[in-house]
């Protein structure tokens, strides 16, 4: 008995699992307008008055994959436009169908990286150090563990990048010698006393303008800078070299702030399980009787395209077929082309239409709407009123 | 083990003949079987009135060769040949047979077959006598595709199928045939 295969009857039924991956088989929304779409496929493809070559089983795949591609079209666009609001959130809800409010955590995220160089933020944790000074040594080797502690590492093991010294002169406003006391720094131990220290003596602000306190202060700055080897130091790679040359009366520790590089570069900063790109945000497929007209028309046109494809390439699988004392080229390459430009169309068609829906694309459209709205309204003559 | 043209593939062939043979040009013609149990014959095994099967109608692809015109002692006289190409799955679905000496009637034309060949094969297998197949190695490989015919036009008169030597009604554009 030769084999039979029986090809598109002119009616179909369907059932769970006549599709290869049954993502939509339960939905019966799905599966009656399978039942639909083959019909009307097989008729735009000629049936009756010819056959068709493929089976109920190959509309619904092609039904099933129309379904599938418009969905993940859609949920490309979602991911495309929501992906800075949804870096960092969990992978285990599922979006589709879901509002995504925006904000501004990918944003921040990605600004992150400049507040931690800036110190004013950031991701990267800034750690205290300090180093031991030696009475008249003025350069010292940051690598040296013997005289470097640090709060995180070990010095000279762990490259670190110091972001701070704090090797400075007491404020000059802590310095100041009150003219009208007269008795130079005993005005500041009586200021002290009363806990004021840290501020400029209350009665220079009562009894001199304040331009003279800023002049004098600048007098101290600068008689530090220019009479005396003032507070500074240089860093070039690990060494620091300290002004004034220590001694015993100025400080036995300069302290410091830095980071680990090793932190700095270590790209896995955020937490797991979170989205992190493309490939996880949680976009599941679409539910089809959630799918609105709009969309299923382009479903059907899209199945359509899928059918005419396979049907072309069944019937091109063999370049001439033969009949009875002859051969015959059927039209598998003009569906395959036809088909292939419907596709590309089709696809094409979708993305503009979600590309226009952009927040940006609103955004330019608002704006145009407005300078639009404006420009007519500049239009409308004004009254004058006379009173 | 062949790759290409399994019995999956000669069914989409199957069905593309099948389609193009029967409902697409449906070019019928008459198939008279010579029936022998009711063929008288000569010593020689010749009989000048034979017997025919009632006809039945088969479609197939004709090609109709141009008349020729044959001028000899006898005198004046035309031939014509045709070739008659059938599809073989209809054949044996409906048990027909076609051999030389049966009569076709095409275009108003009887023909009587001269030579059937059927050795148009898909792949170059016959499923029938593919080997694989009948040993149960393989399953089913290739096509046969169909039966070409080759004919020429024969004398009515001879057939003893139409009345061709009385006047017929005028109004009856198609004789039944005779002698069936």
């Known amino acids: ?387 | 083990m062949a790759l290409f043209g399994s019995g999956r593939d000669a069914s989409l062939i199957r069905h593309m003949n099948k389609e193009l043979v029967v409902d697409i040009l449906d070019n019928e013609i008459e198939f008279y079987k010579l029936e022998l149990d009711s063929t008288r014959e000569n010593l020689y095994g010749e009989s000048d009135k034979k017997s025919y099967y009632h006809p039945i109608k088969i479609p197939c692809i004709v090609q109709k060769d141009e008349k020729t015109m044959i001028s000899d002692d006898f005198g004046l006289d035309s031939t014509r040949t045709g070739i008659f190409a059938f599809n073989k799955d209809y054949l044996r679905d409906r048990t027909i047979i076609i051999e030389e000496g049966d009569i076709l009637l095409w275009d108003n034309e009887f023909y009587e077959i001269d030579k059937t060949a059927g050795s148009q094969y898909w792949r170059g297998t016959n499923p029938s006598t593919d080997l694989g197949r009948i040993s149960q190695e393989r399953g089913e490989f290739g096509f046969e595709v169909s039966i070409v015919v080759e004919a020429h036009v024969t004398r009515r008169n001879k057939l003893n199928l139409v009345e061709v030597r009385t006047g017929g009604n005028p109004n009856q554009e198609y004789q039944l045939p005779k002698g069936l």
């Open chain 1, 1 to 387: 008995m030769a084999v039979n295969i029986p090809i598109w009857p002119g009616s179909a039924s369907f059932a769970v699992g006549d599709t290869p991956f049954g993502l939509y088989d339960t939905d019966s929304e799905f599966t009656s307008s399978a039942i639909k779409t083959a019909d009307w496929c097989a008729t735009r493809l000629g049936y009756p008055l010819t056959d068709i070559e493929l089976q109920s089983v190959n509309f619904f795949t092609c039904f099933e994959e129309s379904v599938s591609e418009y969905g993940a079209q859609v949920n490309t666009y979602n991911i495309r436009d929501n992906i800075l609001s949804l870096y960092g959130a969990s992978t285990g809800s599922n979006l589709t169908g879901q509002k995504v409010s925006p904000n501004f955590g990918g944003l921040i995220e990605l600004a992150e990286d400049y507040g931690a160089e800036a110190g004013s933020g950031g991701n990267v944790t800034y750690y205290t150090g300090s180093l031991s000074l030696t009475t008249n040594q003025q350069i010292y080797d940051l690598t040296d563990s013997s005289i470097v502690t640090l709060e995180s590492g070990t010095a000279g093991t762990n490259e670190i990048e110091i972001k701070r010294i704090f090797h400075e002169a007491p404020p000059a406003i802590a310095r100041y010698f009150d003219p009208f006391i007269g008795t130079g720094l005993g005005s500041q131990q009586m200021l002290d006393g009363f806990s004021w220290g840290s501020y400029s003596p209350g009665v220079s602000f009562m009894m001199m303008p304040m331009y003279a306190d800023i002049l004098r202060m600048q007098a101290i700055e600068f008689n530090d800078e220019i009479r005396k080897s003032a507070y500074s130091f240089e860093l070039v790679n690990d060494r620091l070299k300290l002004f004034p040359l220590p001694n015993s009366t100025i400080t036995s520790k300069v302290f410091f702030t830095y980071i680990l590089k090793s932190e700095r570069s270590n790209p896995l900063k955020g937490a797991t399980g979170t989205i992190s790109d493309f490939s996880n945000v949680p976009y599941e497929n679409v539910i089809y009787s959630n799918i609105n007209a709009v969309g299923k028309q382009w479903i059907r046109r899209y199945a359509l395209a899928l059918a005419k494809e396979m049907l072309g390439y069944i019937r091109g699988k063999y370049s001439a077929l033969p009949i009875p004392n002859a051969e015959i080229t059927l039209n598998g390459a003009d569906l395959i082309s036809a088909a292939q430009t419907e596709k590309e169309g089709l696809i094409t068609e979708l993305k503009d239409t979600l590309d226009t829906m952009s927040r940006q694309a609103q955004l330019e459209r608002k704006a145009a709407e407005a300078s639009s709205m404006q420009e007519q309204f500049n239009k409308i003559p004004l009254k004058i009123y006379i009173g």
